[in-house]
Protein backbone atom coordinates (compact mmCIF):
# COMPACT_ATOMS: atom_id res chain seq x y z
CA UNK A 1 0.00 0.00 0.00
CA UNK A 2 1.39 3.62 -0.73
CA UNK A 3 1.59 6.29 1.48
CA UNK A 4 0.22 8.10 -1.14
CA UNK A 5 -3.55 6.32 -1.39
CA UNK A 6 -6.56 8.50 -0.32
CA UNK A 7 -7.37 7.11 3.08
CA UNK A 8 -11.22 7.27 4.12
CA UNK A 9 -10.01 8.31 7.92
CA UNK A 10 -7.96 11.34 6.15
CA UNK A 11 -10.00 13.86 8.01
CA UNK A 12 -10.35 12.17 10.86
CA UNK A 13 -6.93 12.53 10.94
CA UNK A 14 -6.41 16.01 10.40
CA UNK A 15 -8.50 17.00 12.81
CA UNK A 16 -7.89 14.28 15.64
CA UNK A 17 -4.34 16.76 15.33
CA UNK A 18 -5.73 19.60 14.99
CA UNK A 19 -7.56 19.46 18.37
CA UNK A 20 -4.26 18.16 20.35
CA UNK A 21 -2.82 20.96 22.25
CA UNK A 22 0.00 21.56 24.55
CA UNK A 23 -0.32 21.96 28.44
CA UNK A 24 2.26 24.75 28.64
CA UNK A 25 1.08 25.72 32.77
CA UNK A 26 2.62 22.84 34.16
CA UNK A 27 5.79 22.81 31.81
CA UNK A 28 7.87 24.07 34.84
CA UNK A 29 8.12 20.55 37.07
CA UNK A 30 8.78 23.50 40.46
CA UNK A 31 5.20 24.59 40.01
CA UNK A 32 3.28 21.32 40.27
CA UNK A 33 1.57 21.16 43.62
CA UNK A 34 1.53 17.90 44.03
CA UNK A 35 5.72 17.66 43.44
CA UNK A 36 7.72 16.48 45.99
CA UNK A 37 11.78 17.97 45.14
CA UNK A 38 13.18 14.63 45.90
CA UNK A 39 10.45 12.50 44.68
CA UNK A 40 10.92 10.72 41.36
CA UNK A 41 9.07 12.38 39.11
CA UNK A 42 8.21 11.71 35.01
CA UNK A 43 6.81 13.45 32.20
CA UNK A 44 5.70 10.81 29.62
CA UNK A 45 3.75 14.07 27.35
CA UNK A 46 1.98 17.05 28.00
CA UNK A 47 -0.47 17.28 25.21
CA UNK A 48 -3.99 16.40 25.47
CA UNK A 49 -6.96 16.73 23.86
CA UNK A 50 -10.42 18.89 25.00
CA UNK A 51 -12.80 16.22 25.78
CA UNK A 52 -15.96 18.36 23.89
CA UNK A 53 -13.57 18.41 20.43
CA UNK A 54 -13.21 14.90 20.75
CA UNK A 55 -16.53 13.90 21.13
CA UNK A 56 -17.13 16.10 18.38
CA UNK A 57 -14.42 14.76 16.20
CA UNK A 58 -15.69 10.78 16.52
CA UNK A 59 -19.16 11.81 16.41
CA UNK A 60 -20.72 11.24 19.75
CA UNK A 61 -23.60 13.88 20.54
CA UNK A 62 -26.54 14.25 22.65
CA UNK A 63 -27.30 11.99 25.42
CA UNK A 64 -24.27 10.00 24.79
CA UNK A 65 -22.29 13.09 24.34
CA UNK A 66 -23.57 13.85 28.44
CA UNK A 67 -23.03 10.64 29.18
CA UNK A 68 -19.27 10.50 27.78
CA UNK A 69 -18.30 13.64 29.29
CA UNK A 70 -19.51 12.57 32.87
CA UNK A 71 -16.44 12.40 35.46
CA UNK A 72 -17.76 9.03 36.44
CA UNK A 73 -18.03 8.21 32.67
CA UNK A 74 -14.07 9.12 32.38
CA UNK A 75 -13.19 7.56 35.61
CA UNK A 76 -14.43 4.41 34.68
CA UNK A 77 -13.13 4.44 31.14
CA UNK A 78 -9.71 4.44 32.51
CA UNK A 79 -10.64 1.62 35.35
CA UNK A 80 -12.09 -1.01 32.82
CA UNK A 81 -9.80 -0.60 29.58
CA UNK A 82 -6.44 0.13 31.33
CA UNK A 83 -4.78 -3.31 30.18
CA UNK A 84 -4.42 -5.91 32.69
CA UNK A 85 -0.90 -6.78 33.22
CA UNK A 86 1.49 -6.91 36.05
CA UNK A 87 3.57 -4.14 35.24
CA UNK A 88 -0.13 -1.83 33.65
CA UNK A 89 -2.99 -3.49 35.96
CA UNK A 90 -1.64 -3.01 38.96
CA UNK A 91 -2.70 1.30 39.78
CA UNK A 92 -4.34 3.50 41.73
CA UNK A 93 -7.16 4.28 39.17
CA UNK A 94 -8.21 7.68 41.65
CA UNK A 95 -4.77 8.95 41.13
CA UNK A 96 -4.51 8.06 37.59
CA UNK A 97 -7.84 10.25 36.67
CA UNK A 98 -6.25 12.85 38.90
CA UNK A 99 -3.35 13.37 36.40
CA UNK A 100 -4.73 12.88 33.24
CA UNK A 101 -7.83 14.84 33.45
CA UNK A 102 -7.71 18.78 34.27
CA UNK A 103 -10.40 21.23 34.09
CA UNK A 104 -9.66 23.87 31.44
CA UNK A 105 -11.69 27.04 29.90
CA UNK A 106 -12.47 28.44 33.65
CA UNK A 107 -14.04 24.38 33.98
CA UNK A 108 -16.05 24.75 31.62
CA UNK A 109 -14.00 21.90 29.76
CA UNK A 110 -11.62 19.14 30.17
CA UNK A 111 -8.46 17.84 29.15
CA UNK A 112 -7.45 14.47 28.57
CA UNK A 113 -4.17 13.24 27.68
CA UNK A 114 -3.24 11.05 25.37
CA UNK A 115 -3.78 7.92 27.92
CA UNK A 116 -7.31 9.22 29.13
CA UNK A 117 -9.02 9.80 25.91
CA UNK A 118 -7.55 6.13 24.31
CA UNK A 119 -9.38 4.42 27.75
CA UNK A 120 -12.67 7.04 26.81
CA UNK A 121 -12.06 6.12 22.78
CA UNK A 122 -12.18 2.62 23.65
CA UNK A 123 -15.49 2.76 25.71
CA UNK A 124 -17.23 4.49 23.16
CA UNK A 125 -15.97 1.86 20.75
CA UNK A 126 -18.20 -0.54 22.52
CA UNK A 127 -21.08 0.95 20.83
CA UNK A 128 -19.60 3.31 17.89
CA UNK A 129 -17.19 2.62 15.50
CA UNK A 130 -14.14 4.10 16.70
CA UNK A 131 -11.38 1.79 15.13
CA UNK A 132 -9.22 4.70 13.45
CA UNK A 133 -9.13 6.97 16.23
CA UNK A 134 -7.73 4.37 18.78
CA UNK A 135 -4.99 3.14 16.26
CA UNK A 136 -4.29 6.81 16.36
CA UNK A 137 -4.03 7.48 19.99
CA UNK A 138 -2.39 4.22 20.43
CA UNK A 139 0.65 4.64 18.07
CA UNK A 140 1.24 7.94 17.83
CA UNK A 141 4.35 7.75 15.63
CA UNK A 142 2.66 5.78 12.63
CA UNK A 143 2.10 7.23 9.27
CA UNK A 144 -1.77 7.60 8.36
CA UNK A 145 -1.09 4.91 6.28
CA UNK A 146 -0.28 2.71 8.94
CA UNK A 147 -3.04 3.88 11.51
CA UNK A 148 -5.26 3.17 8.60
CA UNK A 149 -4.09 -0.54 8.11
CA UNK A 150 -4.19 -1.11 12.10
CA UNK A 151 -7.72 0.24 11.94
CA UNK A 152 -8.78 -1.98 9.33
CA UNK A 153 -7.26 -5.25 11.84
CA UNK A 154 -9.80 -3.74 14.51
CA UNK A 155 -12.27 -3.89 12.61
CA UNK A 156 -12.23 -7.15 11.18
CA UNK A 157 -12.05 -8.36 15.09
CA UNK A 158 -14.87 -6.75 15.51
CA UNK A 159 -16.75 -7.91 12.15
CA UNK A 160 -15.50 -11.43 13.15
CA UNK A 161 -17.27 -11.06 16.85
CA UNK A 162 -20.29 -10.02 15.32
CA UNK A 163 -20.49 -12.98 12.94
CA UNK A 164 -20.26 -15.88 15.57
CA UNK A 165 -23.19 -14.13 17.66
CA UNK A 166 -25.32 -13.95 14.00
CA UNK A 167 -24.17 -17.95 14.08
CA UNK A 168 -25.51 -18.25 17.17
CA UNK A 169 -28.72 -16.74 16.29
CA UNK A 170 -28.82 -19.10 13.51
CA UNK A 171 -27.93 -21.99 15.88
CA UNK A 172 -30.93 -21.10 17.67
CA UNK A 173 -33.46 -20.63 14.43
CA UNK A 174 -32.29 -24.58 13.84
CA UNK A 175 -33.02 -25.86 17.01
CA UNK A 176 -36.53 -24.11 16.63
CA UNK A 177 -36.73 -26.61 13.52
CA UNK A 178 -37.96 -29.04 15.88
CA UNK A 179 -36.50 -32.94 16.77
CA UNK A 180 -34.86 -32.81 12.97
CA UNK A 181 -32.74 -30.10 14.39
CA UNK A 182 -29.70 -31.84 14.41
CA UNK A 183 -29.89 -33.33 10.98
CA UNK A 184 -30.55 -29.57 9.72
CA UNK A 185 -27.98 -28.73 11.43
CA UNK A 186 -25.29 -31.19 10.38
CA UNK A 187 -26.84 -30.59 6.12
CA UNK A 188 -26.63 -27.04 6.51
CA UNK A 189 -23.69 -26.11 8.26
CA UNK A 190 -21.32 -28.26 5.92
CA UNK A 191 -23.35 -26.53 2.40
CA UNK A 192 -22.75 -23.18 4.36
CA UNK A 193 -19.39 -23.24 3.99
CA UNK A 194 -19.57 -25.08 0.57
CA UNK A 195 -21.37 -22.33 -1.15
CA UNK A 196 -19.43 -19.60 0.46
CA UNK A 197 -15.84 -21.65 -0.23
CA UNK A 198 -16.19 -24.10 -2.61
CA UNK A 199 -13.94 -26.13 -3.29
CA UNK A 200 -13.83 -25.20 -7.65
CA UNK A 201 -10.01 -24.52 -8.89
CA UNK A 202 -9.64 -20.54 -8.46
CA UNK A 203 -7.62 -19.33 -11.60
CA UNK A 204 -4.35 -20.17 -10.48
CA UNK A 205 -5.79 -23.91 -10.39
CA UNK A 206 -5.67 -23.27 -6.45
CA UNK A 207 -8.59 -25.11 -4.44
CA UNK A 208 -9.73 -23.73 -1.29
CA UNK A 209 -8.37 -26.40 0.93
CA UNK A 210 -4.94 -26.23 -0.88
CA UNK A 211 -4.93 -22.44 -0.14
CA UNK A 212 -5.41 -22.91 3.56
CA UNK A 213 -2.52 -25.90 3.65
CA UNK A 214 -0.33 -23.04 1.91
CA UNK A 215 -0.68 -20.53 4.78
CA UNK A 216 -0.94 -23.18 7.35
CA UNK A 217 -4.17 -22.34 8.84
CA UNK A 218 -5.54 -24.03 11.92
CA UNK A 219 -2.36 -26.23 12.74
CA UNK A 220 -4.16 -27.91 14.87
CA UNK A 221 -7.01 -29.44 12.65
CA UNK A 222 -6.72 -33.08 11.67
CA UNK A 223 -6.29 -33.60 8.36
CA UNK A 224 -9.99 -34.09 6.20
CA UNK A 225 -10.57 -37.14 4.16
CA UNK A 226 -10.73 -36.11 0.11
CA UNK A 227 -9.73 -32.38 0.79
CA UNK A 228 -12.97 -31.36 1.98
CA UNK A 229 -12.12 -28.50 5.39
CA UNK A 230 -12.60 -29.62 8.88
CA UNK A 231 -16.02 -29.02 10.55
CA UNK A 232 -16.32 -25.31 10.69
CA UNK A 233 -17.42 -25.52 14.04
CA UNK A 234 -14.00 -26.70 15.01
CA UNK A 235 -11.85 -24.73 12.42
CA UNK A 236 -13.89 -21.14 12.65
CA UNK A 237 -13.16 -20.43 9.12
CA UNK A 238 -14.89 -17.11 9.53
CA UNK A 239 -11.76 -15.86 11.65
CA UNK A 240 -9.91 -15.74 8.29
CA UNK A 241 -12.42 -14.16 6.46
CA UNK A 242 -11.40 -10.18 5.34
CA UNK A 243 -13.33 -7.16 6.38
CA UNK A 244 -15.04 -7.42 2.84
CA UNK A 245 -16.14 -10.60 2.94
CA UNK A 246 -17.04 -11.15 6.67
CA UNK A 247 -19.09 -7.62 5.96
CA UNK A 248 -21.03 -9.24 3.15
CA UNK A 249 -21.98 -11.96 5.31
CA UNK A 250 -23.10 -10.02 7.80
CA UNK A 251 -25.63 -8.63 5.51
CA UNK A 252 -26.97 -11.41 3.86
CA UNK A 253 -27.20 -13.20 7.09
CA UNK A 254 -28.79 -10.53 8.93
CA UNK A 255 -31.16 -10.04 5.76
CA UNK A 256 -32.41 -13.67 6.43
CA UNK A 257 -32.50 -13.61 9.75
CA UNK A 258 -35.01 -10.48 9.87
CA UNK A 259 -37.17 -12.41 6.93
CA UNK A 260 -37.13 -15.42 9.41
CA UNK A 261 -38.68 -12.81 11.74
CA UNK A 262 -41.22 -10.87 9.78
CA UNK A 263 -42.50 -14.22 7.96
CA UNK A 264 -43.64 -17.06 9.99
CA UNK A 265 -44.47 -18.39 6.26
CA UNK A 266 -40.98 -19.19 6.08
CA UNK A 267 -40.26 -20.96 9.25
CA UNK A 268 -39.45 -24.41 7.76
CA UNK A 269 -36.37 -25.76 6.95
CA UNK A 270 -35.90 -26.39 3.38
CA UNK A 271 -37.52 -22.65 2.62
CA UNK A 272 -34.97 -21.39 4.77
CA UNK A 273 -32.42 -23.32 3.31
CA UNK A 274 -32.96 -22.19 -0.13
CA UNK A 275 -33.36 -18.38 0.98
CA UNK A 276 -29.53 -18.76 2.70
CA UNK A 277 -27.89 -20.77 -0.54
CA UNK A 278 -29.30 -17.70 -2.54
CA UNK A 279 -27.54 -15.09 -0.16
CA UNK A 280 -24.56 -16.37 -0.24
CA UNK A 281 -24.52 -17.64 -4.07
CA UNK A 282 -25.10 -13.57 -4.11
CA UNK A 283 -22.40 -12.64 -2.27
CA UNK A 284 -19.94 -15.50 -4.52
CA UNK A 285 -21.32 -13.66 -7.00
CA UNK A 286 -20.21 -9.93 -6.35
CA UNK A 287 -16.92 -11.32 -6.20
CA UNK A 288 -16.69 -12.52 -8.90
CA UNK A 289 -18.16 -9.61 -10.55
CA UNK A 290 -15.33 -7.83 -9.05
CA UNK A 291 -12.53 -9.44 -10.38
CA UNK A 292 -11.95 -12.38 -8.45
CA UNK A 293 -12.70 -15.95 -8.90
CA UNK A 294 -13.98 -17.25 -5.86
CA UNK A 295 -13.82 -15.71 -2.20
CA UNK A 296 -11.00 -18.03 -1.70
CA UNK A 297 -8.62 -14.99 -2.51
CA UNK A 298 -9.97 -13.29 0.99
CA UNK A 299 -8.63 -15.77 2.87
CA UNK A 300 -6.67 -13.86 5.67
CA UNK A 301 -3.54 -15.36 6.58
CA UNK A 302 -3.57 -14.80 10.57
CA UNK A 303 -6.55 -15.61 12.04
CA UNK A 304 -8.48 -13.11 14.61
CA UNK A 305 -6.90 -14.93 17.58
CA UNK A 306 -3.10 -13.99 16.50
CA UNK A 307 -4.57 -10.23 15.38
CA UNK A 308 -6.46 -9.82 18.68
CA UNK A 309 -2.87 -10.87 20.71
CA UNK A 310 -1.11 -8.42 18.77
CA UNK A 311 -3.01 -5.74 19.56
CA UNK A 312 -3.25 -6.52 23.32
CA UNK A 313 0.67 -6.15 22.88
CA UNK A 314 0.52 -2.66 21.92
CA UNK A 315 -2.44 -1.72 24.06
CA UNK A 316 0.32 -3.51 27.02
CA UNK A 317 3.71 -1.37 25.45
CA UNK A 318 1.55 2.43 25.49
CA UNK A 319 0.36 1.72 28.94
CA UNK A 320 3.46 1.37 30.06
CA UNK A 321 4.77 4.46 28.26
CA UNK A 322 1.90 6.14 28.78
CA UNK A 323 0.13 5.58 31.92
CA UNK A 324 2.44 8.47 34.16
CA UNK A 325 1.54 10.90 32.63
CA UNK A 326 0.58 13.84 34.48
CA UNK A 327 -0.79 17.00 32.87
CA UNK A 328 -0.36 19.00 35.94
Not at 174 to 196: C, D, E, P, T
Not at 225 to 248: E, F, I, N, V
Not at 276 to 290: M, P, R, Y
Request: hydrophobic content about 35%; some cysteine; glycine content about 4%.
Amino acid sequence: MSENILIPNAQEYKELNNAKSTSLKYDALSICPDWAPNEHYTVTSNEYWPLSKFLDIIGVTGQNKRYFSHPLTLDMAIGQNTPKDKEVGKQNFKELVYHHIVPINDNSDLALSRYATWTLDKEIGKTIPTDFSQAYLIQPNYSMVQLYRMSQQTERINLCARVHKINDTLDGIFKSLGASYSQHYKVFNHQRIQWLFNNKRNNNNITKAEIIKQRQLFPNVKKTKSGKLASPTRTYLYDYMDTQLLQAYINAMEAIIEKWDNNPQIHNYFAWRDMTSNALNSIVSHFICNGFSTPNAHLCQYGVKTIEQKRHEYEIAFAKNYINTHLR
